[in-house]
């Protein structure tokens, strides 16, 4: 309730070791269409705390509390200061909102090998995977100890010469396995660039400390297997 935040703010004022700077809170559901009417009951209660806190002397030089999330879809909500975060990124949490955002990362890798497998013959660790064609596999240079989630196996689909392709057996440490047999002619040294069915904010998380960082504008003329480009 408000009233039980107010009274927590009036007990903190009254310690002189302490200096209130502001008050805030984070919005738990703005990224949601689903949730308009609690975000805006949240947006509220939050300022009612600020509004009684202010009407007993209390000085609050700043209240914030719109995310990327709020930012792009509550702009009403904007108070003092704003928190981007995953937004910075190029990232729109707001599925229901659009907005002109420049992508700032991107997470890549090469093929490194080339395989032909004939049908019944399996791939990767466990034999998960049967080829139900003669088949054309292609080896990334990219694995769970880079970041790219082993729960994703035979989920994960990966992005060559722009045609989408599915990850086939199971993600391994340093690679992982794709089907490439419908592209024309691939490569070893193609780019792929990974598609995972989960929030971005696990991907940005997840990527591994091995990871090369690139910073780079323009062409780019690369020769690791697995990289993170930031733009």
């Known amino acids: 309730m408000p009233e039980d935040a107010v009274e927590q703010v009036l007990q903190i004022s009254r310690y002189t070791c ?19 009417e609690f975000t805006i009951k949240q947006y509220e209660k939050t300022r009612e705390v600020v509004e009684i ?30 928190r981007p975060g995953i937004m910075l990124y190029g990232s729109n949490p707001c599925r229901h909102e659009t907005i002109d955002l420049r ?64 990850q086939v057996g199971r993600i391994c440490m340093d ?13 070893i040294g193609d780019i792929a660039v990974n598609l995972c069915n989960t929030i971005s904010y696990e991907v940005f998380c997840a990527i591994g400390k091995r ?3 690139l910073y780079m504008q323009g062409t780019k003329v690369l020769s690791g297997v697995c990289y993170l480009d930031l733009i």
């Open 103 to 166: 992508l700032a990362m991107s997470l890549q890798t090469r093929v490194v090998n080339i395989l032909n497998v004939q049908k019944g013959e399996t791939v990767g660790y466990g034999r998960v995977w049967t080829a139900d064609r003669d088949s054309v596999i292609a080896v990334l240079g990219i694995g769970y100890a880079d970041g790219l989630m082993r729960c994703l196996s035979g989920v994960l689909s990966v992005l060559i010469s722009g045609k989408r392709v599915k």
């Open 53 to 82: 806190s202010k009407a007993h002397g209390l000085d609050i030089p700043f209240f914030h509390i719109a995310n990327s999330a709020g930012i792009i879809a509550y702009s009403h909500m904007e108070e003092d200061m704003v």
């Open 175 to 187: 690679m992982c396995m794709v089907d490439v047999t419908d592209i024309p002619k691939p490569q």
């Open 18 to 36: 302490f200096v209130i700077e502001g008050i805030f809170t984070h919005l738990a559901a703005a990224d949601s269409s689903e949730e308009t």
């Open 211 to 213: 990871v090369p960082r």
